[in-house]
């Protein structure tokens, strides 16, 4: 077990620095020429080419790519992301920090909705195959996933907030105004997941265990609780676990849609305003939250699942 | 696998749908009543009447029009995506399961690095790059979906390179590239038709989805989801503009989604008894 | 073909089955796997199915045991103990089931469920049926692996299935359908997912149990080697349908069907490839 642990530690560091080498190809691969953006932000008001080319030794722009890259990597490590282009008064690391609780709230409750709502539903679903509920929910899954995010949010803003008046139309504000939005985000999601445990839990069914475990007279619900839900969560947990970062990047549409501040929000407004290091930053971010959840549900499979852990030891 | 799939009557509307829809599209010049751009703003939200079948929006645009303009960018260009991306996919797949070694290792390290990011993250980030326009929008999508198919493709090579019919072929001389054409890409067509017309699906969505944000098809353009974002602007007091867009969406994306189960179901015969 | 077999005048038969049918409901197509057949055992005997891969001879007990989903249609009767079991409330079926008939499947290895320890899983089939506490469960659990002469019985029960060979998998198995004293044993290819020294001693196993006393039981296999070692009784099944029924011998001997009797002339076919593979590697060795 400890072992394992170590090896995938170990393993995600080449993925990490290859995430960190792309961002940082990104930003030397935009048109503008860094020197001058410096100048700019440091709002010079001529511009000289001798200027210029004082600033790019400054710097350090003529260093070779891989030192600059090494500096650029160990400035990352002590949160230092630059400064933004637009608003020189800011740094990146303070504009994401600004934005980031806001996403976190849409992503944490999103989550909530979507192991709430499809586990059960899920359960439920294989459970009575192929009865109306199944025939239902099967439908409204295979509706979630062809509907545009956008315009459920639209929808949803429309008939809750504009027709009921039950909930704020959108912006930030309060439990009230984080409903709909999360559930605009869980949407897609919910969908995935409930036909992902409904179909797990079918061929679960089909096992040997199951027949056996009938045969020797246990009831049906222990059966599917203890045994088949068990075996299906199994391997549901991983995916859910996995599709946090994509949660979180999943944000980005509607929180332009219920005007969310969040760092979607951010990194959209930063695309218009050509601001290249707080994009740089937010691909980084989801980047590396993507590695570090990926790592941390596959240990916690690893460690819930005995055949695993004999395995590798 | 063919005639099961023509047997099946879900599938069979699902093709019909998507093949009328993009009839509409390649003939909306002459389908549609209304120049698409055209303004009458005297009959702003107009309800459906003989001259405007689904009304007019806020510029007094023919909305019916539109939609079948709007047909064009989303599902040529979802179309376009998804040959790109099964082009690079197939190539890839194919070089990296048939010739092994070093270049197999090469593109599959490349391939992981792709799939541990999100896809909606690097679409962003490739479009931030080269610009806002629905070009680099195609490229984006292609850019992170080829790997997807690349590692599904190297695995079936792998598979189908060891099998009887193929060690035949290369004892009886046949050039490596003939081999490649004539044997294996047959045997990959079809879990290869599965996964397109599931991405179709998603390319769709994708393409109106970054319309919507304003970061493809730009505005006076009729696209569908550039359409709701105008849409938004008046949802208040005009909430029905957003139904003929968004509706159009589903159905589409629907369609392909129901065309790949089939397709699924179709391929494999045990699926269809759950 | 439903001979319906002549039960001895002095002793009802445990569990008597007749014209049982099953049909695979597929949409509106139905699709005939157990076609009428009829069969009896008595307490302390053993009832031998005979019949290849796709026979209907396990369908035939899954129908017994109430185990077919509403996928399947059941007709026909099979009395046990006097009462009927086809169309049985399904509760009262389960309560029937691990106690007062059990049951031995084949793939020990995939039978039990990969996530719970050997011990938690004996545990909650004794709990189901009897009312004991969790101490003396225990001991009832390591009696059960001792008689089935499995070596340090407190290690196996906290053992993960996986970590078990089939043979010992398969012997916890029959552990525990005789541990809950039941009337009638149904064994579905015991024999046939596990090695062939495992195999043997299995096989002695069951022998014992007969032996032992007055369970009824009834044999499933497609290996008539197997069943004349422990078969009083045996049906022949083909195609869903029983095509010869008599005492093992008289089978074994004078088979009257077409099918049995290909059965049997293959079986010492391969018995005599065997014994001549046997020698001729023998001489060979001798010979290198």
Same mark, same amino acid.
């Given at each position: ?8 530690l ?40 001798? +200027? *210029?080319?004082?600033?790019?030794? @400054?710097?350090?722009?003529? !260093?070779?790519? &891989?030192?600059?890259? %090494?500096?650029? /990597? ?8 630059g ?44 459970v ?33 907030s ?33 036909? +992902? *445990?409904?179909?797990?839990?079918? @061929?679960?069914?089909?096992? !040997?265990?199951? &027949?056996?475990?009938? %045969?020797?007279? /246990?009831?049906?619900?222990a ?15 991983t ?75 | ?26 003939f ?25 079948p ?18 064009r ?14 082009g ?59 790997a ?15 099998m ?93 989604n ?9 391929l ?7 | 073909?439903?001979t319906?077999?002549?039960?001895p ?19 509106k ?70 106690s007062?008939i ?28 009897m ?25 196996v ?23 809950l ?15 062939s ?38 049906i ?8 010869e029924?008599g ?42």
């Amino acid at each position: 077990m400890k072992n394992y642990v170590i090896m995938r530690l170990l393993a995600t560091i080449p993925l990490l620095l290859a995430i960190s080498f792309l961002c940082f190809v990104f930003i030397n691969l935009i048109p503008s020429d860094p020197a001058e953006v410096a100048l700019r932000i440091r709002q010079t008001p001529i511009i000289t080419e001798e +200027l *210029i080319a004082q600033t790019r030794e @400054e710097l350090g722009l003529n !260093d070779p790519f &891989l030192v600059r890259y %090494a500096t650029w /990597l160990w400035d990352c490590l002590h949160f230092d992301l630059g400064i933004s282009y637009t608003n020189p008064a800011r740094t990146v690391l303070g504009e994401i920090g600004r934005c980031l609780p806001a996403t976190l709230e849409l992503a944490g409750l999103s989550l909530v909705y979507v192991i709430v709502l499809s586990l059960p539903i899920g359960f439920l679903s294989a459970v009575y195959k192929d009865t109306w509920f199944d025939r239902i929910m099967r439908g409204l899954v295979f509706a979630g996933t062809a509907m545009p995010v956008y315009w459920v949010g639209l929808l949803l803003i429309w008939l809750v907030s504009i027709k009921m008046d039950l909930l704020p139309t959108s912006g930030y504000g309060g439990f009230s105004s984080l409903i709909l939005p999360a559930f605009t985000v869980a949407l897609s999601y919910i969908s995935t997941y409930i036909r +992902l *445990i409904r179909n797990n839990m079918l @061929e679960n069914m089909r096992e !040997d265990y199951v &027949l056996y475990a009938q %045969a020797r007279g /246990l009831k049906q619900r222990a059966i599917l609780v203890r045994h088949i839900l068990k075996n299906s969560l199994q391997s549901c947990v991983t995916a859910i676990g996995m599709s946090i970062p994509q949660l979180i990047s999943g944000t980005i549409v509607v929180e332009n849609v219920f005007a969310w501040p969040g760092v979607g929000r951010l990194c959209i407004t930063s695309i218009f305003n050509r601001d290249y290091p707080v994009i740089q930053a937010y691909v980084l971010l989801v980047g590396v939250l993507f590695v570090f959840f990926n790592l941390f549900f596959d240990i916690l499979q690893y460690a819930a699942d005995p055949r695993l852990r004999e395995r590798k030891n | 696998m063919l005639q099961q799939l023509f047997r099946s009557p879900m599938a069979l509307l699902c093709m019909g749908i998507i093949f009328i829809t993009a009839l509409l599209g390649i003939f909306a010049p002459w389908v549609a009543p209304n120049d698409p751009y055209a303004n009458d703003i005297l009959n702003k939200f107009a309800g459906p009447s003989w001259q405007y079948p689904l009304g007019t929006d806020q510029l007094g645009r023919c909305v019916f029009s539109r939609m079948l303009f709007g047909i064009r960018p989303t599902l040529f260009l979802s179309l376009l995506t998804m040959l790109g991306t099964i082009g690079i996919g197939v190539v890839m797949g194919i070089t990296a399961g048939y010739f092994r070694g070093t270049v197999d290792e090469i593109i599959m390290r490349v391939v992981d690095v792709m799939l541990s990011f999100p896809s909606q993250i690097i679409i962003l980030a490739v479009v931030a790059l080269l610009g806002v326009d629905i070009r680099n929008v195609v490229l984006a999508s292609i850019f992170i979906k080829w790997a997807w198919y690349a590692r599904m493709i190297r695995t079936a090579t792998i598979k189908y390179t060891s099998m009887n019919f193929v060690l035949f072929s290369r004892s009886i001389g046949s050039g490596n590239f003939f081999i490649l054409t004539r044997h294996m890409l047959p045997c990959i067509a079809a879990e290869l038709a599965v996964l397109a017309s599931l991405d179709t699906g998603w390319a769709i969505l994708n393409i109106s989805t970054l319309s919507f944000l304003g970061l493809g098809v730009q505005a006076p353009t009729p696209e569908w989801g550039a359409m709701l974002n105008e849409a938004k602007n008046v949802m208040v007091s005009n909430p029905e503009q957003m139904i003929v867009p968004g509706l159009a969406v589903v159905v589409l994306v629907g369609a392909c989604n129901m065309l790949g189960d089939c397709l699924r179901d179709a391929l494999d015969p045990k699926a269809v008894r759950q | 073909m439903s001979t319906i077999p002549t039960a001895p005048a002095d002793e009802t038969p445990l569990l008597q089955v007749r014209d049982l049918s099953v049909s695979f409901l597929e949409g509106k197509k139905k699709h005939l796997l157990v076609d009428k057949v009829s069969f009896s055992v008595q307490a302390g005997q053993c009832l031998g199915i005979l019949g290849e891969s796709g026979s209907g001879k396990s369908m035939t007990c899954k129908a017994v045991l109430g185990l077919l989903d509403k996928n399947f249609e059941v007709t026909g009767s099979s009395l046990f103990d006097g009462g009927e079991l086809i169309g049985a409330n399904p509760e009262k079926l389960r309560r029937m089931r691990g106690s007062r008939i059990s049951v031995v499947l084949q793939n020990p290895m995939s039978c039990f469920d990969p996530l719970y320890r050997l011990g938690e899983q004996m545990e909650e089939t004794i709990a189901e049926h009897m009312n004991l506490s969790s101490k003396a469960m225990h001991s009832m659990m390591v009696d059960i692996l001792t008689l089935m002469r499995i070596r340090d019985p407190e290690d196996v029960l906290r053992k993960y299935p996986h970590q078990l060979s089939g043979g010992m998998l398969q012997r916890i198995m029959i552990g525990l359908a005789i541990s809950l004293d039941p009337e009638l044993i149904i064994a579905d290819e015991p024999t046939t997912a596990i090695d062939s020294i495992s195999q043997y001693s299995i096989m002695q196993e069951f022998v014992r149990i007969k032996k032992a006393g007055s369970v009824a039981m009834i044999f499933i296999s497609h290996d008539l080697g197997v069943l004349s070692l422990i078969a009083d009784r045996v049906i022949v099944m083909h195609r869903g349908r029983a095509v010869e029924e008599g005492t093992a011998e008289s089978v074994f001997a004078s088979a009257k069907d077409a099918y049995t009797h290909h059965l049997i002339s293959q079986h010492k076919a391969v018995m005599n490839r065997f014994l001549m593979a046997i020698h001729g590697s023998s001489t060979r060795e001798v010979v290198a």
